[in-house]
């Protein structure tokens, strides 16, 4: 949950071609900004539809739809109709399946009757996509995968890969062995450790340990530790032993406005 200052899970990735958010929980929609202008975004991936992972999306949709540096009219003549360039470029929205119905339910709770086009973020801001569980999508210059994993709700971690580096992100889930697919041999391993404990529930997290057992096994370069159920920087440098007791190569403890670059690949 947001706690002193910090947003729920969201994830933005830059490439020399691309931008992709991973994630967008509360929050999000505003600290993207201090970034990029979400109509310079060119994904948005979903792991899964929790709120904690997910809430942001229709005001990042409805950002999309107000043009940088153009002038919004408020609609005159009951056609809701902007004037601004790029309004056919839409985002995709990769969400699991099943999840557009869920995504119209949310724009119908809060309609713009005076300016429709607002109401239709789904359509206009987004190409809605609900992607396939193991399957990898182009992005321009990156792959993205979509790989199982296994929570209480349909849930993918988010693998990345390009010519400049390789990410893996868990999303949330109880261990599992495609997390070391989802891992192997990425330059930053992004993952949950939201539990002092490994979780035997049906719910689905990871403890700390678990996670630099995963790093390890995987090959992993660097490891950023994210997801966390308490804000106490004591807490938070638990679980970084947690998972030091596992994983020998660099841990990191994810802040919000933390940044990481990964080495150019030879070629």
Same mark, same amino acid.
């Given at each position: 949950?947001? @706690?002193?200052?910090? %947003? ?8 020399? /071609? +691309?931008?992709? #958010?991973? &994630? ?96 239709? @973020?789904?359509?206009? %801001? ?8 193991? /399957? +990898?999508?182009? #992005?321009? &210059? ?100 947690? %998972? ?24």
């Amino acid at each position: 949950m947001p @706690a002193d200052g910090a %947003a729920s899970s969201g994830y933005l990735v830059r490439t020399e /071609q +691309s931008n992709i #958010l991973m &994630d967008c929980g509360p929050g999000i929609a505003v600290m993207l900004t201090r970034y990029i202008h979400a109509s310079q975004l060119d994904a948005v991936v979903i792991s899964h539809m929790h709120l904690d992972h997910c809430y942001d999306v229709l005001p990042i949709g409805k950002q999309a739809m107000l043009p940088v540096g153009k002038t919004w009219l408020v609609d005159t003549d009951g056609k809701g109709d902007f004037h601004g360039d790029d309004t056919d470029r839409r985002i995709k929205l990769l969400v699991p399946r099943g999840a557009r119905a869920t995504l119209d339910q949310l724009a119908e709770l809060f309609p713009v009757r005076t300016i429709p086009h607002l109401n239709r @973020a789904f359509d206009l %801001a987004y190409e809605v996509i609900e992607y396939e569980r193991g /399957q +990898s999508y182009e #992005l321009a &210059d990156v792959t993205i995968t979509m790989v199982p994993m296994v929570h209480s709700s349909p849930d993918c971690g988010i693998r990345i890969d390009g010519a400049s580096g390789s990410l893996g992100f868990t999303g949330d889930t109880a261990y599992n062995d495609n997390l070391v697919t989802l891992a192997k041999d990425v330059d930053i391993f992004l993952a949950e450790a939201s539990l002092q404990d490994p979780d035997h529930t049906r719910h689905g997290h990871l403890a700390g340990v678990e996670v630099g057992r995963v790093a390890a096994r995987a090959g992993a370069r660097e490891l950023v530790l994210t997801h966390f159920t308490a804000p106490q920087p004591a807490w938070k440098e638990a679980r970084r032993a947690d %998972a030091a007791a596992e994983f020998t190569g660099p841990i990191h403890i994810g802040e919000p406005g933390m940044t990481f670059s990964t080495p150019v690949k030879e070629r």
